[in-house]
């Protein structure tokens, strides 16, 4: 059985910073590639920040220069440091991973969501 627990959401002023945690529990090998997606009330969820198993990174218009994803491998875990946050920020965030199983086979996981609230 394998799990993506997402945390270290909370309630921000404007300008402050967070960063979300996402750990892969269970029967995994590793992490492939992985990303943080979001969904705000009312509105599609959508990817913010991706990493792959190489490291590359991309990001979302919105949140390019504010935000940065990385993962530490040793740890399977995967990170979103957001700084400079704004009240659009606020929603919640998902983590999605393709993870490794020792069975080598590949599967995709969602995280719970952790929410991020941010007050102007």
């Known amino acids: 059985q394998v799990q993506l627990v997402d945390s270290g959401g909370g309630l921000v002023q404007a300008g402050g910073s967070l960063r979300l945690s996402c750990l892969a529990s269970g029967t995994i090998f590793s992490i492939n590639a992985a990303g943080w997606y979001r969904q705000a009330p009312g509105k599609q969820r959508e990817l913010v920040a991706s990493?792959?198993?190489?490291?590359?990174?991309n990001y979302a218009d919105s949140v390019k220069g504010r935000f940065t994803i990385s993962r530490d491998n040793a740890k399977n875990t995967v990170y979103l440091q957001m700084n400079s946050l704004k009240p659009e920020d606020t929603a919640v965030y998902y983590c999605?991973?393709?993870?490794?199983?020792?069975?080598?086979?590949?599967?995709?996981?969602w995280g719970q969501g952790t929410q991020v609230t941010v007050s102007s």
């Open positions: 999605n991973a393709d993870a490794r199983l020792y069975n080598f086979e590949i599967h995709n996981y």
């Open positions: 990493i792959s198993s190489g490291g590359s990174t």
